[in-house]
């Protein structure tokens, strides 16, 4: 059974960065595509940004620029690398494989 916890969340000031972790268990990391999303109080949960097998990524618009995921196999882990914070970056960021999600880190950016 694939298990996901995230990590790195935190409250930071607008313009400051973050890295966020996903460490996944179970053998299909390596041959999953990862993302992230996100879930603002009051709102629907968004993507934020996907990486596949092969390391094809896509984002959504307004992160583009701003945020980076990346993978590594090895460690069975994804990271969104977030720098130029916004406070309406302010959500619950979940981690995603196939149906699967992890619990999620709260993310706080102050104006």
Not at 51 to 76: C, H, L, P, Q
Request: some cysteine; hydrophobic content about 30%.
């Amino acid at each position: 059974q694939v298990r996901l916890v995230e990590s790195g969340g935190d409250l930071v000031q607008a313009g400051g960065s973050l890295r966020l972790s996903c460490a996944a268990s179970g053998s299909t990391f390596r041959t999953a595509p990862m993302g992230w999303y996100r879930q603002a109080p009051g709102k629907h949960r968004d993507m934020v940004a996907i990486i596949t097998i092969d390391g094809n990524r896509n984002y959504a618009d307004s992160v583009k620029g701003r945020f980076t995921i990346s993978r590594d196999n090895a460690k069975n882990t994804i990271y969104l690398q977030m720098n130029s914070l916004k406070p309406e970056d302010t959500a619950l960021y979940y981690c995603r494989m196939y149906e699967t999600w992890g619990q999620g880190t709260q993310v706080t950016v102050s104006s």
